[in-house]
């Protein structure tokens, strides 16, 4: 089966940088993707790593490596509307022979002024 | 603003009402999906259809039953649910099963007493 860990909780205030971290256990890895969800709302795509290295989306950065089963997200520049929780999700071989998403628990993400 | 919606966002029943949710997504994809959230617990995946077929299940329950009638809409049949079902059931859509980025519905709030 697939397992993934990430923080449960991180606060930083306006205008710092934080990073997310994300490991993962699984078999059949295609990428790793992250996705923002705001209280009350749907969670939205950010980014997505299918190879080694550094993504970078304006604001927000994804970083992945396979060899260590590990990744994460960098925001800059943090602004309160960044407040929400971030989840990883893993890309893996599903039973159907296409690639289906499992997310790690949420990492709540507490920007203060 | 978001190409998938859902009604309804909430719902309360009891544990023999039957009840439906109901997806649509505005995109143009091929693939569907209803996902899970509950307090505390990482989204977990229920079911996927691909131009309409179900091709994952991931154990789910049998008082869920889920319907795919074509590629824009989708269903999930509630009946005689457990107070541990409460939970906010998200559907998200993507171009196919084997894209990565999905978009998500705003998702439907749903209390069994």
Known sequence: GQSLEQPSEVTAVEGAIVQINCTYQTSGFYGLSWYQQHDGGAPTFLSYNALDGLEETGRFSSFLSRSDSYGYLLLQELQMKDSASYFCAVSSRGNSGYSTLTFGKGTMLLVSP | ?113
């Open chain 2, 1 to 113: 603003e978001t190409g998938v919606t859902q009604t309804p966002r909430h719902l309360v029943m009891g544990m023999t009402n039957k009840k439906s949710l109901k997806c649509e997504q505005h995109l143009g994809h091929n693939a569907m999906y209803w996902y899970k959230q509950s307090a505390k617990k990482p989204l977990e995946l229920m079911f996927v259809y691909n131009f309409k077929e179900q091709t994952e299940n991931n154990s789910v329950p049998s008082r869920f039953s889920p319907e795919c009638p074509n590629s824009s809409h989708l269903f999930l049949h509630l009946h005689t649910l457990q107070p541990e079902d409460s939970a906010l059931y998200l559907c998200a859509s993507s171009q196919e099963p084997s894209t990565d980025t999905q978009y998500f519905g705003p998702g439907t709030r749903l209390t069994v007493l």
